[in-house]
């Protein structure tokens, strides 16, 4: 799978110390895992966080984030099939949930560093101020040899036009540094 163009008005953000590269609208801000607000973040594991720091209209959030956790394996690598059987658990586990809103989309598709598992899903969240929003995640789940990849991208239903477009291609652009 080639490497897809960049694209006017989006940057190459390379992260050395986890081998890999993606590519952000330029407007976007990737936030270091190393500020005091982040840390805890980066001890669960996760690589890397950005946000799309426009505001929304009627809250006082960000409109879109994007954050990349990872876990290694200290075994062996996972065998063939894993990714359909993690599909079969993970919709599961979404749809069995009270605070989701059915049905989750989900399929496997091809990503530059192979074949990720795709969930898209809306899920009511209450917010420290008791307010209950729906959220729209849209998830990449991918594996390999050595790791297991999680992309986590969060926007607003009113936002899904302009912002599930920018994540798919966030998501396409991610590849391994040489």
């Known amino acids: ?20 590269s ?19 973040m980066k001890q669960m594991g996760y690589i890397m966080y950005s946000i799309d720091p426009s505001p929304h209209p009627t809250t006082a959030r960000y409109l879109g984030s994007f954050s990349i956790y990872k876990k290694g394996f200290n075994d062996s690598p996972p065998p063939d099939g894993v990714l359909n059987a993690l599909e079969i658990r993970e919709v599961n586990d979404l749809e069995s949930s009270t605070n989701i809103v059915k ?10 560093v192979g074949d990720a598992l795709r969930l898209q899903y809306q899920r009511k969240m209450t917010r420290d101020n008791g307010k209950v929003e729906t959220v ?22 009113d936002q899904i036009g302009k912002y599930i477009p920018i994540y798919d291609e966030i998501a396409g652009s991610f590849q391994f540094l040489k």
């Open 1 to 20: 799978m080639p490497t897809p163009s960049l694209k006017a008005g989006w940057v190459v953000v390379e992260k050395p110390a986890e081998n890999f």
């Open 136 to 157: 729209v995640f849209l998830q990449y789940e991918f594996l390999t040899s050595n790791s297991y990849y999680l992309f986590t991208f969060e926007t607003y239903p």
């Open 22 to 40: 993606c590519y952000l609208p330029r407007t976007w801000t990737d936030i270091p895992l190393e500020s005091a607000d982040l840390a805890a």
């Open 103 to 112: 049905p989750v989309e989900h399929r496997i598709m091809q990503l530059l």
